[in-house]
């Protein structure tokens, strides 16, 4: 339970302090490692099916569109052939009449009454019927208004009818004010040489029912104009019957014209237009809504789902890839890091077979002190036995042998130090200390060859928190590198300085042969070597080079031939190895 | 019979005054020097019959040290003292011609045969 509440303040903690989480993936290297590797390949591979998504997506709705406007055009034919059918229809009926019956039978009123009520049974919208002789005065008439001897011979459509032999109106309001429109038919009397119209009147609703026979969605408009714009049936959204339709017309040179206009506003986006033949009439169809715009729902629920289908797999592969990839570099880090370590130790060995020679040298002049001054007190007293003179004598040698015992002591303690520093240890030491010390070991080597030792230690040095024995081991290399590069009258100078508040520096110089300039860039390799066969192990200075940027460290070598060699180290105050 | 004539070089002076007084006790005349050079000035004044040599001095080389020594007279005999058992200088003082040679710490039974053994090749040559 408190591990619970302890991980879930965790997560609020990583929700609210993001930072957090990038603080912990920046120390863990192999995590950013993977994070990369990651971020790199979805993003490689989501670019693609993205592009592929997107270009399936449009081409799509492009063929969405194209079987919309297929779609349309079918819709409108078919309604352009049903008004067209209408119309054909009136037309025949009238034109059945003409030849069925005479100009004089039907200018009875009475039998032109009964022709009107059987017909006006078989076909509704009828609202009256009238005979025209050729002088344009109407002869007989039957139906709601009186308009019997009308004359109609100034009127357009009189001489359209002459012409044609038939005539379709535009609509117009009669003295009811009820929109209605007027099909003529002339019947030629060739015998006599005249002729006769009969003329019919239909409300627009029969047209109207005809052009609602189209399927279309609430946006949508579909009505009739004649040539001039007027509207002959209402429209949803362009007002009523013998109103003007104000938006542009083109009239269609073939049958239909579908246009996409890209307006913005409440102007249509896609209009059809198609005439209507034997009749001024054009049908208008405007789609306003844009049906093929939106994606259905199935092909966008299967987009949806393939895609997340593919990020999903994506992710699940590159995850296990990067984890497989990030896990074998850790491997082949761990192998080279013990690699490292094993070659680590390899060097201590030999730093400790060739320390053991010089402790050996050390400890053997205190013993070689002890013997003599303990041989002496021998000699004395098998020479004149034990007497009081021989007392002050006596002291002096074993007070010498007390020193030469501490002698021993210092050294075995210093040896046992440095193989206690083995283990892995972070104290504050004085690296001026800690310096002193590596000198101990080998003053004697320095003292021998007659090597001048200068020492330039700043004092109040700030103590670094680190790891000793690594240290000094990284000095012990180069140091004794130095001596062995000087012949007679050597030098080597040693100096310590505060670089700044966060490093310190320890420089060691010799006055040298100098490394020459090939060498130079060789020199932390590991295995590489100048010195004779069996001399060095050439890992000397890879390992301290290794050891003081594992301290967080760095380490530089400038050398001029003949003019001697410098090392320096700079160390971080508080050492981010662990 | 006159004393031998020892020199004793070491730079290690507590030891280099021990073994001399027991030398003396066994009634050798013996005379000491810490380096190379005193060593040598010691060499052309007390002409010594034979130099006990620490090959590690400080000043010269112990090798040198020698060779100069037999150079100056080849008659004088060098028995080296050697505390780190460094095979290849003895070998090398060996060849520069050195009587004998002996590890520190020194048996004085060990030490005064061999000087003995050094005195008398140089009566004899």
């Known amino acids: 339970m408190k591990n619970m509440k302890q991980k879930f303040s965790n997560l609020l903690r990583d929700i609210f302090h993001p930072r957090e989480i990038f603080r912990v993936l920046g120390k863990d290297r192999y995590a950013s490692l993977k994070i990369r590797i990651v971020l790199l390949d979805v993003l490689l591979s989501m670019i693609p ?61 009475k039998i032109l009454t009964e022709t009107f009520a059987r017909f006006k049974k078989e076909f509704g919208g009828l609202v009256d019927f009238g005979i025209i002789d050729s002088s344009g005065i109407q002869r007989s008439y039957t139906g709601p208004y009186n308009l019997a001897g009308k004359d109609y011979s100034t009127q357009e459509w009189f001489q359209e009818v002459i012409i044609r032999s038939y005539y379709v109106s535009d609509a117009f309001t009669g003295y009811r004010k ?156 761990q192998d080279r890091e013990k690699a490292v370590g094993q070659s680590e130790h390899a060097s201590k060995m030999a730093s400790i077979g060739r320390l053991a020679a010089g402790v050996a040298h050390e400890i053997n002049n205190p013993l070689a002190i002890i013997n003599e001054k303990a041989g002496l007190m021998k000699d004395i007293l098998e020479v004149s036995g034990n007497t009081p003179d021989n007392k002050d004598k006596f002291l002096s040698l074993i007070s010498g042998i007390a020193e030469s015992v501490n002698r021993c002591r210092t050294i075995t303690h210093r040896l046992l130090g440095f193989s206690r520093r083995m283990e892995i240890s972070q104290d504050a030491i004085d690296m001026n200390d800690a310096i002193q010390e590596v000198i101990g070991f080998l003053e004697k080597e320095i003292l021998y060859r007659n090597i001048r030792l200068e020492l330039n230690l700043q004092e109040n040095l700030p103590k670094v928190i680190t790891d000793k024995g690594q240290v000094q081991q990284v000095f012990l290399n180069i140091i004794n590198n130095a001596i062995d590069a000087l012949k007679k009258n050597g030098l080597i100078n040693v100096t310590t300085y505060a670089k700044d508040d966060k490093f310190i520096g320890i420089a060691i110089k010799d006055n040298g042969s100098g490394i020459p300039k090939e060498n130079l860039k060789h020199i932390f390799e590991p295995f590489y070597s100048t010195k004779e066969k069996g001399e060095g192990t050439g890992l000397g200075l890879s390992i301290s080079y290794g050891i003081v940027q594992k301290l967080g460290g760095t380490i530089l070598v400038e050398s001029e031939i003949n003019k001697g060699t410098t090392f320096s180290v700079e160390l971080p105050l508080k050492s981010e190895g662990d | 019979m006159a004393h031998t004539k020892v020199l004793l070089v070491d730079d290690e002076k507590e030891f280099a005054s021990a073994l001399a007084e027991r030398l003396q006790l066994r009634n050798y005349d013996v005379k000491s020097a810490s380096n190379a050079l005193e060593a040598l000035g010691i060499v052309h004044s007390f002409l010594p019959d034979v130099v006990l040599l620490d090959l590690k001095i400080p000043g010269m080389d112990g090798i040198e040290t020698l060779k100069a020594i037999k150079k100056f007279d080849s008659t004088i005999e060098v028995i080296m003292l050697t505390g780190h058992g460094d095979v290849r200088s003895v070998e090398d003082g060996m060849k520069s011609g050195a009587f004998e040679y002996i590890m520190k710490p020194v048996d004085i039974g060990e030490l005064t045969l061999k000087i003995n053994r050094a005195s008398q090749k140089k009566q004899t040559s």
């Open chain 1, 178 to 333: 009820i929109p209605h429109f007027a099909v003529a038919i002339k019947r030629e009397v060739p015998e006599k040489g005249t002729f006769w119209i009969l003329r019919a009147t239909i409300n627009i609703d029969t047209l109207q029912k005809y052009v609602n026979t189209v399927n279309l969605r609430s946006n949508d408009d579909i009505f009739i104009i004649n040539r001039e714009g007027i509207l002959q049936t209402p429209s949803k959204f362009h007002g009523d019957v013998l109103e003007k339709y104000t938006a542009p017309v083109t009239i269609p040179r073939q049958e239909i014209l579908i246009q996409e206009l890209q307006t913005s506003g409440d102007d249509c986006k896609i209009c059809g237009f198609a005439t209507i033949k034997h009749s001024p009439w054009i049908l208008v169809t405007v789609i306003r809504s844009t049906p093929y715009a939106r994606i259905p729902s199935i092909f966008r629920n299967e987009l949806f789902f393939i895609t997340m289908g593919s990020i999903l797999l994506g992710l699940i592969f590159t995850i296990v890839m990067a984890n497989t990839v990030v896990n074998r570099i850790k491997l082949s880090d």
């Open chain 1, 49 to 109: 099916l993205f592009i592929v998504i997107t270009i399936s997506y449009f081409w799509f709705q492009k063929i969405l569109k194209d079987d919309f406007h297929k779609q349309l055009n079918w819709e409108i034919q078919n309604t352009k052939q049903t008004i067209e059918f209408f119309v054909d229809e009136r037309l025949s009926v009238l034109r059945f009449i003409t030849s069925s019956y005479t100009y004089e039978q039907l200018s009875d009123q």
